[in-house]
C-alpha cells in the first residue's frame, strides 16, 4: 500500500523552485498537539534539530525568527539582530493576514510577503533542520544553508541562555 499523497504547499514549490533538496515528514495532529516538542516526537525527529517559526514586528515592520522548538527567542537579542529597538510577538489573529499561514503551520518559507528573516546560530552546525511546510501536520528538513537561501535569511544569536 501506498503513502498517502501530499499536497505541495508554498513552501515546497519554493524550494521546488529554488532546486533545494528536502525531505518531508508528516504527522497527524488530531490531539490538538502542535507545539514543537510533541512535533518533533510525532515525526521521530531530535528537538535540537526540529524549528519553530516565530513572526515579531516594530511598528508595520515584520520581522522572521527561526530558532529550536525547545528554546525560547530572546526579545533584546532578536530586536537587536533586526536592528530595531524593540520588537513585540506579532498578535495571533495577525498571523494569516501578515504570512499567509496559521498558527502551528507557520514556515519561514513561501510567506505571502518576505520579510527579514533570521535563524538562530547554533543551527549552522547542524547538517539538517526540520520547519514547518507550511500546513499544520507537515514538515520539511533541509540544509540550514539551503533555509538562509530560501529565505534570504541570516544567522544570529536569538535564544535565551
Known amino acids: 500500500m501506498s503513502a498517502p499523497k501530499i499536497h505541495k504547499t508554498n513552501a515546497m514549490r519554493k ?18 498537539q502542535i507545539h514543537g516538542s510533541a512535533v518533533a516526537e510525532k515525526v521521530g525527529l531530535n528537538p535540537e534539530t526540529v524549528y519553530k517559526t516565530l513572526v515579531a514586528h516594530a511598528g508595520n515592520n515584520g520581522f522572521v525568527f527561526v530558532i529550536p522548538v525547545a528554546h525560547e527567542l ?7 539582530a533586526a536592528n530595531e529597538k524593540k520588537i513585540e510577538m506579532l498578535p495571533l489573529k495577525e498571523l494569516q493576514k501578515w504570512t499567509g499561514y496559521v498558527r502551528g503551520g507557520c514556515s ?38 539551503a533555509l538562509a537561501q530560501a529565505t534570504d535569511a541570516r544567522f544570529a544569536p536569538l535564544i535565551k541562555d
Not at 523552485?17 to 508528516?26: C, K, W
Not at 528573516?117 to 526540520?130: D, P, R, S
Request: no cysteine.
Open 74 to 80: 530572546d526579545m533584546k537579542k532578536a530586536a537587536r
Open 108 to 145: 519561514p518559507i513561501g510567506m505571502k510577503k518576505p520579510f527579514p528573516t533570521f535563524i538562530e546560530e547554533t543551527a549552522q552546525t547542524l547538517e539538517q533542520i526540520a520547519v514547518s511546510a507550511g500546513k499544520i501536520g507537515l514538515q520539511v528538513r533541509l540544509d540550514p544553508q
Open 15 to 32: 524550494l521546488d523552485d529554488l532546486d533545494i533538496p528536502y525531505d518531508i515528514f508528516s504527522y497527524d495532529n488530531e490531539d490538538g
